[in-house]
């Protein structure tokens, strides 16, 4: 005995509706254009040869065609894709959840972006209005778009006129033979020309100044140098102070003699000084040490002094009759 056979008088059970009603649903199913394939009396096809041979590895085929598929009477196409909805309500219910997703995706995308994304393709069909979006039903997106293109536009066109504008303005200077001038660098030479005058002036101001002026602001420019790294305070103990006030000279200093620590052989420039007497003068100046001891002022400075001594005299005595009274 087979496999086939023992597998089919045990476990399989025959269709008995196929006896007697085969021709009918033939010729019925041929109608149909549907292909039916013979079967055996026991449900198992026995087409294959090796399955008739009584292999016991053989693998065993059911056939295609069964009672239960030969009495279903629905189509066997296929639907693909989503299925069209049943009713008009359940399309309009659908419609509207599709477009409150697309709102809510727009909606995320925006608050992305602080400025809004300009959509440079345009409906030609559309009709665009004064402001710069089109008539008709809009999301806010599409006319937020339309604003910030309309706006590019005119700022565009806005740079352009001003840029047109400021050309035509600018005043074209000619010379007497009628060639152009060029009046960025005819103010570039003058500001090199005042320069220059700014420069010479100065340069004549230190001219005029003395050799003693000229080193005294260069020893102001070093001690402004040094000033950076002093202390903030100074006191009484402050030896660089205290040297600095003894240097001075004052004329009629009761005390002048004596200092004994100053030397008297070269002046500040480092030339000899005069050792010879010379009368006084308001800025205290020492002749050079050339000088042949003659006067030959006009003898204001003489002048000068009698007149301060003789003011500071006259105060002198009004406050010691005041004091007599």
């Given at each position: 005995?087979?496999?086939?056979?023992?597998?089919?008088?045990n476990?399989?059970?025959?269709?008995?509706?196929?006896?007697?009603?085969?021709?009918?649903?033939?010729?019925?199913?041929?109608?149909?254009g549907?292909?039916?394939?013979?079967?055996?009396?026991?449900?198992?096809?026995?087409?294959?040869?090796?399955?008739?041979?009584?292999?016991?590895?053989?693998?065993a085929?059911?056939?295609?065609?069964?009672?239960?598929?030969?009495?279903?009477?629905?189509?066997?196409?296929?639907?693909?894709?989503?299925?069209?909805?049943?009713?008009?309500?359940?399309?309009?219910?659908?419609?509207?959840?599709?477009?409150?997703?697309?709102?809510?995706?727009?909606?995320?995308?925006?608050?992305?972006?602080?400025?809004?994304?300009?959509?440079?393709?345009?409906?030609?069909?559309?009709?665009q209005?004064?402001?710069?979006?089109?008539?008709?039903?809009?999301?806010?997106?599409?006319?937020?778009?339309?604003?910030?293109?309309r706006?590019?536009?005119?700022?565009?066109?806005?740079?352009?006129?001003?840029?047109?504008?400021?050309?035509?303005?600018e005043?074209?200077?000619?010379?007497?033979?009628?060639?152009?001038?060029?009046?960025?660098?005819?103010?570039?030479?003058?500001?090199?020309?005042?320069?220059?005058?700014?420069?010479?002036e100065?340069?004549?101001?230190?001219?005029?100044?003395?050799?003693?002026?000229?080193?005294?602001?260069?020893?102001?420019?070093?001690e402004?140098?040094?000033?950076?790294?002093?202390?903030?305070?100074?006191?009484?103990?402050?030896?660089?102070?205290?040297?600095?006030?003894?240097?001075?000279?004052?004329?009629?200093?009761?005390?002048?003699?004596?200092?004994?620590?100053?030397?008297?052989?070269?002046?500040?420039?480092?030339?000899?000084?005069?050792?010879?007497?010379?009368?006084?003068?308001?800025?205290?100046?020492?002749?050079?040490?050339?000088?042949?001891?003659?006067?030959?002022?006009?003898?204001?400075?003489?002048?000068?002094?009698?007149?301060?001594?003789?003011?500071?005299?006259?105060?002198?005595?009004?406050?010691?009759?005041?004091?007599?009274?």
């Amino acid at each position: 005995m087979s496999l086939s056979d023992y597998l089919a008088k045990n476990y399989l059970t025959a269709d008995k509706s196929t006896e007697k009603k085969g021709k009918k649903r033939k010729r019925k199913e041929v109608s149909t254009g549907l292909t039916i394939a013979e079967d055996d009396l026991t449900g198992w096809t026995t087409s294959d040869a090796h399955l008739r041979s009584g292999d016991d590895d053989a693998t065993a085929v059911v056939s295609g065609q069964s009672a239960e598929f030969r009495k279903a009477k629905q189509n066997n196409w296929t639907t693909l894709g989503v299925p069209a909805p049943s009713n008009s309500d359940q399309a309009a219910a659908d419609a509207i959840l599709a477009s409150a997703a697309r709102e809510t995706q727009a909606a995320q995308a925006a608050s992305a972006d602080d400025a809004p994304q300009v959509v440079e393709t345009e409906d030609s069909s559309a009709v665009q209005m004064a402001d710069g979006t089109h008539a008709g039903l809009q999301t806010k997106e599409q006319v937020a778009s339309a604003l910030a293109r309309r706006a590019a536009v005119e700022r565009a066109q806005l740079q352009k006129q001003t840029g047109a504008a400021s050309a035509a303005q600018e005043t074209i200077y000619r010379d007497a033979s009628g060639r152009i001038i060029n009046v960025a660098l005819k103010r570039a030479e003058a500001r090199r020309a005042a320069e220059e005058t700014a420069r010479k002036e100065k340069q004549a101001v230190e001219e005029r100044q003395g050799d003693v002026q000229r080193t005294a602001a260069t020893e102001r420019k070093r001690e402004l140098a040094e000033a950076k790294y002093m202390p903030v305070a100074r006191g009484v103990d402050d030896t660089e102070m205290n040297e600095e006030l003894k240097a001075q000279e004052r004329w009629a200093d009761p005390a002048a003699g004596f200092l004994t620590g100053k030397k008297k052989g070269k002046s500040a420039t480092g030339k000899p000084l005069y050792k010879g007497g010379f009368a006084p003068n308001r800025y205290g100046i020492r002749p050079g040490y050339r000088w042949d001891g003659v006067d030959r002022g006009n003898g204001f400075e003489k002048r000068y002094f009698a007149a301060r001594n003789q003011r500071e005299n006259v105060k002198g005595l009004e406050y010691a009759w005041q004091m007599d009274e």
